[in-house]
Structures are given as C-alpha cells and as structure tokens.
C-alpha cells in the first residue's frame, strides 16, 4: 500500500505571494492533519480535516487555511507569504481522527524569500 | 494545552550501545506516539503506546500513563539509529492535535 504522498517536495516563494500545498493520504484513510516544523518552534499542529471538515485547528493565522476533497485528499495553503513561513511542512494521515496511529509524508520543505 | 518534555536533548554513543529515552507530558493521554525523523525530514513511526509495553526488534517502548511517563528502548544501537527521535502525546477529545516535544538528538557513532 503506497504511503502518504506530499507535493510539491520542494518550494521557494518571495514574500508576499501565496502557496497551496497537497497532501494524498494513505488509501482507505479519511484523517489528515498538518504540522508545521522549524528550528525555532519545533513541530507544530495546523488543523486537521476528517470527512471534508475541518474538526481542530491550531495556534496559527488566518493566512493559514486548508480544505479536504471527497477523495480525502487535502490542501493547504498559505497567504501572504512571510520570512518566518519558511519550513518543513507535514501532513499525517488516519483511519478516522486523532486518537491511532498517525503515519507522516516526507514533507514539503517552503522557502521564503 | 499538554506539556512534554524529553530528554536527553542530545545523547552521543558508540556503535553497540544501548540508550534508554524519556518522555515526560503534564495530562492525561489516550494517544501517545514515538517517531524516528531520519536526516531528510521523513517522521517515520515507531510505536503506538498510549500505554503498557511493545518491543519491535531491537526496539521497545513502556508508557506509564498513570505517572505520566514513557521511554524510549533502543539495543545494540546501529549508525541508522541516528536522528531525532520525538514522543508526541494527544489527548483525542483536545483541539490541539498531537504535541510533539523537542525530541532527542542520537548520533550513533561506528
């Protein structure tokens, strides 16, 4: 069974701009989550999707926002882009919500310019 | 939201060595995870152990969730041991998703 698949893997955006990142997840899960990861703050949850709704949500800005697809495929994505948005995006997938095991993508690495 | 901490933050050994990894976390969990992240970024799981014990190969994991503790076993370490090991605890009805500590740095030297 392939596991989760995370496009695109790598990405240099200027300030400013806007990114859309995809997240598949392992087939037969309906659960996506998004952590953020930097040096600085560490691993950080974003939101979680479950069934095309968003069911919890981080600490995080507006500027941050997702949606999942019947397919429970999910992006996210990222307005405005500024300097501390640079990071190792992952996304994490489940049978149903969080409470079992998570299984992670290799992540989108974001550079902001 | 849950506190954890780990530690050793940092921890160097020889090839051959055992090393035990501890997690400490401030509330109740029904959701606790150890992952590997490899130099690539890959978080790769390692245990599901909300509590009690399970070995996987030279591999094994004990979460005491009444004191609120969980370690980390690793045996007759190997150069691919080497990463960052985090444990990420979730208490399933919170909004926070899980909460991963700063993890623990190995470097398993030949």
């Known amino acids: ?113 | 939201g849950i506190q954890v901490e780990q530690s050793p933050p940092d921890l160097i050994l020889q090839e051959g060595a055992n090393s035990t990894l501890r997690c400490n976390f401030s509330d109740s969990v029904n959701n606790l995870q150890w992952f590997h992240q490899n130099p690539w970024g890959q978080l790769i799981n390692l245990f599901y152990i909300p509590s009690g014990t399970k070995q996987n190969g030279r591999l094994s994991a004990t979460t005491v969730a009444t004191e609120r503790y969980s370690l980390l076993y690793i045996s007759s370490s190997q150069t691919t041991d080497s990463g960052v090991y985090f444990c990420a605890p979730g208490s399933g009805g919170g909004a926070d998703g899980l909460t991963f500590g700063k993890g623990t740095h190995l470097i398993i030297q030949p």
Request: a positive charge; aromatic letters at 14%.
């Open chain 1, 1 to 113: 069974k392939a596991g989760v698949t995370q496009t695109p893997r790598y990405l240099i955006k200027t300030r400013g701009q806007q990114v859309t990142l995809s997240c598949s997840p392992i087939s037969g899960h309906r659960s996506v989550s998004w952590y953020q990861q930097t040096p600085g703050q560490g691993l950080q949850f974003l939101f979680e999707y479950f069934s095309e709704t968003q069911r919890n949500k981080g600490n995080f800005p507006g500027r941050f926002s997702g949606r999942q697809f019947s397919n429970s495929r999910s992006e996210m994505n990222v307005s405005t882009l500024e300097l501390g948005d640079s990071a190792l995006y992952l996304c994490a997938s489940s049978w149903t919500f969080r409470g079992e095991t998570q299984y992670f993508g290799p992540g989108t690495r974001l550079l902001v310019l």
